[in-house]
């Protein structure tokens, strides 16, 4: 199980989870995970976390799980399918839900670089790192590391599909996969 906390919280964050005492926050605050903010861009943050993930691969299954953890934790979490509301269009909602997150989970599974809309997502989500000094932590789900940042193995195949699909937008996703497959984050393979 993935462990995310932060310290302090965000007034809009308060609104969402009227129930979350001052001790669980407490509690937050002392673990080893935490990130310190400038307070001129945490008024910002509509949200502590937006994941993102490849629905196919892991939306019934660890993301669901995940969902559930930060919620239970007073982590205000973005999850497409959970948070949209309905009858919003999908691309410009999840612009606007990434650059008003304070953290972004991108969860790396086998087919995620399948996805344009995911690599469109993340291009995002890195751009977000420089302007709004937002966080990225990545999760690689049965994905190694190393495939995300050179494009190897699933990954290698997607981009081959992608040249021919998407040519304009396959030098930021490479950039962005790069830059994120960089990044600390988490392994998971219950096959090891």
Known sequence: MVSVFFRGSSDHHQQHNPTSSEEDRSAASSSSASHSVPASISQSWNYDVF?????????????????????????????????????????????????????????FSENYADSSWCLDELAHIMECVDTREQIVIPIFYHVDPSDVRKQNGKYGKAFRKHKRENKHKVGSWRKALEKAGNLSGWVIDENK
């Open 51 to 107: 994941l993102s993930f490849r629905g196919d691969d892991t939306r019934k299954s660890f993301v669901d799980h995940l969902y559930t953890a930060l919620e239970q934790r007073g982590i205000y979490t973005y999850k497409d399918d959970e948070t949209l509301p309905r009858g919003e269009r999908i691309g410009p909602a999840l612009l606007k839900a990434i650059q008003e997150s304070r953290i972004a989970l991108v969860v």
